[in-house]
């Protein structure tokens, strides 16, 4: 298996560059390109660190998965809201549709993938209208094809948990926002299938 040793950059927004850390398979990839995973990791929507999930894009690159590691802002690096980690997730999955052929990747077999709150930011992108860059591409669908979501933060609403509702309230900073975020209140008919671990 081989770790892409460069980073290759999706998004820039002023003077930061968000990159993609790509795990390939070390098979020829079949006519139409690979499946695909974009993997989010963005600690209580505030930390980084893109080598996290390598793991399992290591095991699933095995299978014959293109795996992706996606950059996103963060509270704590770069002094964004809670929102940017979605708008910036929606942007990854976008470049890799929009640079499928490129990328040797099957632009209708992308999945997402993330784990608490990155399971959440996961789930948004499947389930959330909005919350899109103005500066993309919008003729290019955000949504994954697919989600792979483990102990995800699905509610960021938390009614009747006085504790919680204060975290995200710091977190999202407008409580509306949190429930304009929160995946669990947004489900709708047409979501794409989902694993939920």
């Given at each position: 298996l081989m770790i892409e040793p460069f980073e290759h950059p999706f998004k820039t927004i002023g003077d930061t560059t968000l990159n993609l850390y790509v795990i390939k398979p070390d098979t020829p990839p079949p006519q139409g390109g690979y499946p695909a995973v974009v993997f989010f990791f963005c600690g209580g929507w505030k930390g980084f660190n893109h080598r996290a999930l390598f793991p399992q894009s290591a095991y699933l690159a095995s299978r014959?998965?293109?795996?992706?590691?996606?950059?996103?802002?963060?509270?704590?690096?770069?002094?964004?809201?809670?929102?940017?980690?979605?708008?910036?997730?929606?942007?990854?999955?976008?470049?890799v549709r929009q640079n499928a052929a490129t990328l040797n990747v099957d632009p209708n077999h992308i999945a997402a993938s993330g784990g608490s709150a990155a399971g959440g930011v996961?789930?948004?992108?499947?389930?959330?209208?909005?919350?899109?860059?103005?500066?993309?591409?919008?003729?290019?669908?955000?949504?994954?094809?697919?989600?792979?979501?483990?102990?995800?933060?699905?509610?960021?609403?938390?009614?009747?948990?006085?504790?919680?509702?204060?975290?995200?309230?710091?977190?999202f900073g407008d409580p509306q926002k949190g429930h304009s975020l929160s995946p669990v209140h947004n489900v709708k008919p047409g979501n794409p299938p989902t694993l939920i671990m």
């Open positions: 014959g998965v293109m795996c992706f590691n996606a950059e996103v802002r963060v509270n704590a690096i770069h002094n964004t809201p809670a929102e940017k980690c979605v708008v910036d997730a929606k942007s990854a999955i976008r470049y996961t789930a948004c992108c499947g389930v959330i209208n909005g919350y899109e860059d103005a500066n993309d591409d919008l003729s290019i669908s955000s949504r994954p094809d697919a989600m792979l979501i483990f102990n995800p933060r699905l509610d960021t609403v938390c009614e009747g948990n006085e504790w919680q509702q204060k975290r995200l309230t710091e977190i």
